[in-house]
């Protein structure tokens, strides 16, 4: 019970230290990801003055059936404009094996979506991203996505 306790006191306080985090949430992928279906996080603006670097965190497991990762990504600001982003990112070693961090079958990956942003305007913003996936020699991208199981954003404060 002793071990319990210290375990989860220890899970706590290495949370609780991480003091570049404005925002960190995740959704989660119900069973496949459905090209259709894109996931969206909404937000404040943490202030209009400082920089801030933004990632999109990604849980997948064995399922997945590619070594690579397409995302279509699509920023709004409060005052309705948008920015949109086609990217790339590997998610396994030449190897086969997953890159990211994890001891069991789910790796967890912190990608980078945009590096030093300033948000102009106050207000609410909203970040929508959907897979863009297929099967080489397809020109029709696949429309359910298998062994995402977990899609994050996250704001992190830029180092002084």
Not at 74 to 93: F, G, Q, S, V
Request: aromatic letters at 12%.
């Amino acid at each position: 019970m002793r071990k319990l306790a210290y375990s989860i006191l220890a899970i706590f306080i290495l949370v609780a230290c991480d003091s570049k985090q404005i925002l960190d949430e995740y959704q989660t992928v119900p069973g496949s990801w459905a090209k259709e279906n894109p996931i969206s996080f909404s937000f404040n603006s943490p202030d209009t003055i400082n920089k801030y670097n933004l990632f999109i965190n990604l849980r997948n497991n064995n399922e997945y059936p590619f070594s690579n990762l397409y995302l279509i990504t699509e920023l709004e600001d409060p005052k309705k404009n948008k920015i949109t982003d086609t990217l790339e990112y590997e998610m396994a070693n030449a190897d086969g094996s997953w890159m990211g961090t994890g001891f069991s079958a789910i790796k967890e990956n912190k990608l980078w979506y945009k590096e030093k942003v300033r948000f102009k305007e106050e207000g609410n913003y909203l970040l929508t991203v959907k897979h863009a996936m297929r099967k080489n020699g397809n020109v029709l991208g696949l429309e359910n996505l298998n062994g995402i199981t977990e899609l994050g954003f996250r704001i992190e404060k830029t180092p002084k």
